[in-house]
């Protein structure tokens, strides 16, 4: 048999390997948040609240990460923040790994914004939490139509 092609062949399963574990470690420090956003309700005892944006926060990674700031990208690349919002997010937040937490914003109350904005007819938001060290993090688009929201 020859050497060099086994010598060779050892060699490169190291660096394959040497690479997947930096890969690994990487990955296992870096802050991975998902965030969703949905319509919903809060519930009162019985009662429900008003029909709501829920904007949730979501750790997949393995370390804790402090989100500072909460709330909606509007089309026009501006936002709004929701820094004492009803849900389970008061900021600063600790979000530890596998853990979740949201915030809820009437409809209604992000309509009236968007049309004071001079946003009409239906538009694109999302939903996005900012971290500590200054990342932030957003959600997929979410679709208002402001109004429709307005009349309900």
């Given amino acids: 048999m020859n050497w060099q092609i086994i010598t060779g062949a050892v060699a490169v399963y190291g660096a394959l390997l040497s690479t997947w574990n930096a890969v690994a470690k990487h990955l296992e420090n870096k802050a991975r948040i998902k965030v969703k956003m949905s319509g919903g309700f809060e519930t009162f005892g019985?009662?429900?609240?008003?029909?709501?944006?829920?904007?949730?926060?979501?750790?997949?990674?393995?370390?804790?990460?402090?989100?500072?700031?909460?709330?909606l990208r509007l089309p026009n690349k501006q936002h709004t923040t929701h820094f004492s919002p009803s849900g389970?997010?008061?900021?600063?937040?600790?979000?530890?790994?596998?853990q979740n937490c949201y915030i809820v914003v009437p409809f209604r109350d992000v309509a009236e914004a968007l049309k004071r904005?001079?946003?009409?007819?239906?538009?694109?938001?999302?939903?996005?939490?900012?971290?500590?060290?200054?990342?932030?993090?957003?959600?997929?688009?979410?679709?208002l139509d402001v109004e429709k929201l307005l009349k309900d």
């Fill in 46 to 71: 019985p009662e429900l609240g008003p029909a709501s944006i829920l904007v949730t926060a979501i750790n997949k990674g393995q370390q804790a990460v402090t989100l500072v700031e909460a709330g």
């Fill in 88 to 98: 389970t997010a008061h900021f600063p937040h600790e979000l530890k790994r596998g």
């Fill in 117 to 143: 904005a001079d946003f009409s007819g239906t538009i694109k938001v999302k939903g996005f939490y900012r971290d500590a060290l200054d990342k932030t993090y957003t959600s997929k688009a979410f679709k």
